[in-house]
């Protein structure tokens, strides 16, 4: 490789580390203080998603309860989740031609981009592009261990395996909660065992590949 693809596939990998980065710790902070701001929000009793607009569950009296500050927060950085993470997943694709994982990558990050800009009120759009976008980042966490270093691949499988066991966990919930909610989660706690690690997952993956940038 000459001096100059290997600079732009330097650049490459920087530019997809600090975008994945960004995508997730942005995520992680915006969704607390979105949480703070819905009167009477639970962990617990409320999926993610309801703090766009509640439709059919938990705090919802009416089809749809909208509350604006809330709504706008989470839709915003559901939206730059998965935008960031399409970056990501384009540059490290330009740098290093791994066509399984981007697909995945791309997929999670298409998943999110799209439940940002539809929210509840178009619930079978939005809930089929949530569940895209958890099955995609649960096997691009998997499949990411091909390439990431002891013990950061091993981190990544474990993380990507609970997302995708918690998936199906709410993906068919009837027969699972009937056993006291899952240890008592909830719907919202298990959704959380979806979504944090993936985002978890997002945040360690970004520094690992910036960090390999940096050395080379």
Same mark, same amino acid.
């Given at each position: 490789?000459?001096?100059?693809?290997e600079?732009r596939?330097?650049?490459?990998?920087?530019i997809?580390?600090?975008?994945?980065?960004?995508?997730?710790?942005?995520?992680?902070?915006?969704?607390?203080?979105?949480e703070t701001?819905?009167?009477?929000y639970?962990?617990?009793?409320?999926?993610?998603?309801?703090?766009? /607009?509640?439709?059919h569950?938990g =705090?919802? *009296? @009416?089809?749809? +309860?909208?509350?604006?500050? %809330?709504?706008?927060? $989470? !839709?915003?950085?559901?939206?730059?989740?998965?935008?960031?993470?399409?970056?990501?997943?384009?540059?490290?694709?330009?740098?290093?031609?791994?066509?399984?994982?981007?697909?995945?990558?791309?997929?999670?990050?298409?998943?999110?981009?799209?439940?940002?800009v539809?929210?509840?009120?178009l619930?079978?759009?939005h809930?089929?592009?949530?569940?895209?976008?958890?099955?995609g980042?649960?096997?691009?966490?998997?499949?990411?261990?091909?390439?990431?270093?002891?013990?950061?691949?091993?981190?990544?499988? /474990?993380?990507?395996?609970?997302? =995708?066991? *918690? @998936?199906?966990? +709410?993906?068919?919930q009837? %027969?699972?909660?009937? $056993? !006291?909610?899952?240890?008592?989660?909830?719907?919202?706690?298990?959704?959380?065992?979806?979504?944090y690690p993936?985002?978890?997952?997002?945040?360690g993956?970004?520094?690992?590949?910036?960090i390999?940038a940096?050395?080379?």
């Amino acid at each position: 490789m000459d001096r100059h693809s290997e600079g732009r596939r330097t650049r490459s990998l920087s530019i997809a580390g600090g975008a994945a980065f960004l995508a997730a710790a942005q995520w992680i902070l915006l969704v607390i203080v979105a949480e703070t701001r819905y009167p009477g929000y639970s962990v617990a009793a409320n999926f993610l998603s309801d703090l766009g /607009a509640t439709c059919h569950r938990g =705090l919802a *009296a @009416t089809p749809c +309860v909208i509350v604006d500050t %809330p709504s706008l927060i $989470w !839709n915003t950085t559901l939206s730059l989740l998965g935008l960031l993470s399409l970056v990501a997943a384009v540059f490290f694709y330009r740098a290093t031609r791994r066509r399984a994982f981007t697909i995945s990558f791309a997929i999670f990050g298409t998943g999110a981009l799209v439940a940002g800009v539809v929210p509840e009120t178009l619930l079978s759009v939005h809930e089929t592009a949530s569940l895209l976008s958890f099955l995609g980042g649960g096997v691009a966490a998997i499949l990411a261990t091909r390439f990431l270093k002891t013990p950061i691949n091993l981190f990544s499988a /474990a993380l990507g395996a609970l997302a =995708l066991i *918690a @998936t199906v966990v +709410v993906a068919f919930q009837g %027969p699972f909660f009937r $056993w !006291n909610g899952v240890f008592g989660l909830g719907l919202g706690g298990i959704e959380r065992m979806v979504v944090y690690p993936l985002v978890i997952w997002e945040i360690g993956f970004g520094s690992a590949i910036a960090i390999v940038a940096d050395r080379t």
